[in-house]
Antibody, heavy 123, light 106 residues
Framework: EVQLVQSGAEVKKPGESLKISCKGS????????IGWVRQMPGKGLEWMGI????????RYSPSFQGQVTISADKSISTAYLQWSSLKASDTAMYYC????????????????WGQGTLVTVSS | SYELTQPLSVSVALGQTARITCGGN??????VHWYQQKPGQAPVLVIY???NRPSGIPERFSGSNSGNTATLTISRAQAGDEADYYC?????????FGTGTKVTVL
């Protein structure tokens, strides 16, 4: 069974750093791209970026480039999303997602989602 | 950047048909995927590549895509279909989500 299990909720202060995780199981972790999706309170879904754990090739949404860092450790089948200096506006639920394989760019979709990690940034 | 527009809300009577639209420039030339998000839960894929259902998704869910509009259709709507629905495409190296539609079953 494919599973993406994310780390638990976090409460941080502005200016602090944070790294959240997403552990994949039940499939070949290095063969699928893993992405991150933000959902601010009461709002819609926003794609942040994506990484290929096989070689750590990483792409970012222009909206999030330079704001976060995506990484992966294939030895433990885990992807990460990190911030060096959090802002109150980073308060949101963050989902990791597995991208489908086979086909071409416009045909890719997110077939599995993690349970989400709630990040709260408040002074 | 590419934009996907969805109605804010759609209401449907129990047992009737709901249609959720997703508008975008020449969206018919792209593959459209749909996700269902129930309150407090992570989204779930319900339609991929315009009209394909993942295993476990009821046949009541169907999709179409042509011109400037893609449509998710929920037939014989049930109370359990109440959720937010999002369309998604890939454009210019980015994955774009629609604005989301809240479906209410009356």
């Amino acid at each position: 069974e494919v599973q993406l299990v994310q780390s638990g909720a976090e409460v941080k202060k502005p200016g602090e750093s944070l790294k959240i995780s997403c552990k994949g199981s039940g499939y070949s972790f290095t063969s699928y791209w893993i992405g991150w999706v933000r959902q601010m309170p009461g709002k819609g879904l926003e794609w942040m970026g994506i990484i290929y754990p096989g070689d750590s090739d990483t792409r970012y949404s222009p909206s999030f480039q330079g704001q976060v860092t995506i990484s992966a450790d294939k030895s433990i089948s885990t992807a990460y999303l990190q911030w060096s200096s959090l802002k109150a506006s980073d308060t949101a639920m963050y989902y990791c997602v597995r991208r489908s394989i086979g086909g071409y760019d416009t045909s890719y979709y997110f077939d599995y989602w993690g349970q989400g990690t709630l990040v709260t940034v408040s002074s | 950047s590419y934009e996907l527009t969805q109605p804010l809300s759609v209401s449907v009577a129990l047992g009737q048909t709901a249609r959720i639209t997703c508008g975008g420039n020449n969206i018919g030339s792209k593959n459209v995927h749909w996700y269902q998000q129930k309150p407090g839960q992570a989204p779930v894929l319900v339609i991929y590549r315009d009209s394909n259902r993942p295993s476990g998704i009821p046949e009541r869910f169907s999709g179409s895509n042509s011109g400037n509009t893609a449509t998710l259709t929920i037939s014989r709507a049930q109370a359990g279909d109440e959720a937010d629905y999002y369309c998604q495409v890939w454009d210019s190296s980015s994955y774009v989500f629609g604005t989301g539609t809240k479906v209410t079953v009356l």
